[in-house]
């Protein structure tokens, strides 16, 4: 096999940067590009560190962006950069460059749910569906030519930690299947059309503002809870809430069955369409 590629750059972290980091490693031998790893958001327990120690890939930890943006910079050889789960923004200097080629996994069907966090968006709003979509970069966020998109189901009981870590995987599986046409530089890549009022969602943003308002409808405020919910990661503070006048920290939740109600302090039952309730323990502050 062939390419003109002669560096193959991997800039991310989690699950979907590890198996792509274990997937190029692979197929170094098929084409003969020198592979390395860039890890701009500095994680504890870094699973790609030691993919990189377990296969002798260099590795390199550069939270500073202009430290990276002034890396990427002084390559001169034809590169390809794989921006798999990465927050890092390519300025335009990167971009256009002519020995630069650059990819970018998006967790949702572009050119829907721009931005960050778009999970927790498609929950909110009440999909039944999304996916992934692997792009090129350009200079604007989001906004390249669609290499490869793959479909999931959101079902009615769908926390947005479950849905990321099932796009995790579409990711890595939609990345083997393009993988040799980016390298050979025939991929079919459609521009994407964009619709009327398309926005960009935010890293600062928060599903409800931050606010479970219990007038709402249990169904829409089980769709915040869920649209919220990845764990103990932290990604968003914890929702809050009036109760009888008084503000409250919700503090977990979970669908059960009516005969499993019981009265007391500093719990809630919200009747679903479904015939369960929902149970939202809260604290009142």
Not at 109 to 138: C, F, M
Request: hydrophobic share 35%.
């Amino acid at each position: 096999m062939e390419t003109d590629f002669c560096r193959v750059i991997v800039i991310g972290y989690g699950k979907a940067a590890g198996e792509i980091l274990k997937y190029t490693a692979d197929r170094q031998a098929d084409y003969g590009y020198r592979l390395e790893f860039i890890e701009h958001e500095i994680h504890a327990l870094s699973v790609t560190r030691q993919i990189c120690e377990e296969r002798e890939i260099p590795f390199s930890s550069m939270p500073d962006k202009r430290e990276l943006g002034a890396y990427l910079e002084g390559i001169r050889e034809k590169t390809l950069i794989i921006s798999a789960s990465n927050n890092y923004l390519f300025p335009a200097f990167l971009v256009e460059r002519e020995n630069n080629t650059i990819i970018n996994f998006h967790n949702a069907l572009l050119p829907d749910y721009p931005g960050r966090n778009a999970p927790s968006w498609v929950i909110y709003k009440g999909e039944e569906q999304t996916g992934i979509t692997w792009h090129y970069v350009t200079t604007g966020v989001d906004e390249g030519s669609i290499i490869i998109q793959k479909t999931c189901e959101i079902g009615p009981d769908t926390k947005a930690y479950e849905l990321t870590e099932r796009l995790m995987d579409l990711a890595c599986e939609g990345f083997k299947e393009c993988f040799d046409t980016v390298l050979s530089e025939k991929a079919e890549a459609k521009p994407q059309i964009f619709p009327p009022g398309r926005r960009m969602y935010r890293s600062t943003e928060v599903p409800g503002e931050g606010f479970l308002d219990l007038a709402e409808d249990a169904e829409k405020i089980y769709r915040l809870l869920r649209s919220v919910d990845y764990g103990k990661t932290g990604v968003f503070p914890p929702l809050q809430t009036l109760v009888e006048g008084v503000r409250a920290e919700v503090l977990r939740y979970r669908k059960v069955s009516p005969e499993k109600k019981k009265e007391e302090a500093g719990m809630l039952y919200l009747p679903l369409a479904d015939g369960n309730l929902l149970k939202i323990k809260y604290k009142s502050r």
